[in-house]
């Protein structure tokens, strides 16, 4: 096993949290494409009463409302800690990058909000909450996907020169 550089590991440590926000929006995604692909309302309304689970709408839920939770505090954690700290790293380079993050981070909490709302809007006979959810995954995984995609590249090369992380 070979020794990482301090820098590389917080690079490391960042791709790391992006790539399981990553994986569990496309689980989310997934959820809400079997539930509007016709899974039958009884199947649906027996999982919710009964509160299994392993039924589709209650995972569905339950994992929308984690994933929301997770982003939104991994954004709040980036605006107050990290970005203020790449900002002082190279002020002429990186207040528009930072001033981007941070209004992208904007534009996904709305989405995260929107998602939120759907899910717990969501019945098993409302086939309009169904597709609310859906196409909130939808725009929510496009917007975040691409931000997750700048945010590594435009930082990265501002992390691979620290020797550790802000404050630490």
């Known amino acids: 096993m070979t020794a990482v550089e301090p820098a590389e590991g917080m690079l490391r440590d960042l791709l790391w949290v992006h790539d399981m926000l990553r994986r569990d929006l496309a689980t989310c995604r997934t959820l809400a494409s ?11 309304r027996s999982t919710v009463e009964s509160l299994q689970t ?3 709408l209650w995972q569905l839920r ?7 939770s997770i982003v939104h505090s991994h954004h709040h954690l980036e605006d107050v800690a990290l970005f203020p700290a790449v900002r002082a790293a190279d002020p002429e380079r990186m207040n528009a990058v930072v001033d981007k993050l941070e ?3 904007r534009v996904v909490s709305s989405l995260l ?10 019945s098993a006979d409302d086939t309009a909450a169904r597709l609310r959810l859906v196409r909130g ?4 995984s496009e917007h975040l996907l691409e931000h997750l995609a700048y945010e590594e590249e435009s930082i990265g090369p501002v992390l691979r020169t620290w020797e550790s992380w802000p404050g630490g």
């Open 34 to 44: 079997d539930i509007s692909s016709g899974v039958p309302a009884a199947v649906i």
């Open 54 to 56: 392993a039924g589709p």
């Open 62 to 68: 339950m994992n929308c409302l984690r994933y929301c």
């Open 103 to 105: 209004a992208d981070h």
């Open 113 to 122: 909000d929107e998602v939120e709302e759907a899910t717990r809007l969501l």
């Open 137 to 140: 995954l939808t725009e929510l």
